[in-house]
């Protein structure tokens, strides 16, 4: 099995379009090829981002977004998706002045 890196042009918040990405970037695609996608693009692409502002307050987007909280750490040890993770998986790290969630469950 061999892994490979597909470059693609910048993927930005608050939303943008994975299909067109896609598209874009998976030019040669062969049968039997497996795609994986982070689930920080699905959630840009599901428009999962929240404007950092002073007005937003982390913490309180973090108790909203976990389905379970633990109030004895800093910012609390969450569940979110059935998966431990601190701040209920929300990430600032280059999002471009955006919060980015977790994405919605996809059924």
Request: hydrophobic share 35%; net charge negative.
């Amino acid at each position: 099995m061999d892994f490979l890196a597909i470059k693609t042009r910048l993927f930005l918040p608050p939303q943008d379009d994975l299909y067109q990405l896609l598209d874009q970037s998976l030019t040669e695609l062969k049968d039997k090829d497996v795609v994986v996608v982070s689930s920080r693009l699905v959630a840009i692409h599901q428009g999962r981002c929240v404007k950092v502002a002073c007005s937003t307050n982390k913490d309180d987007l973090i108790k909203q977004e976990a389905e379970r909280f633990n109030q004895l750490q800093p910012h609390g040890l969450t569940i979110k998706s059935q998966t431990l993770t601190p701040y209920a998986g929300i990430d600032r790290a280059n999002g471009n002045g955006y919060y980015i969630l977790w994405p919605e469950e996809i059924n």
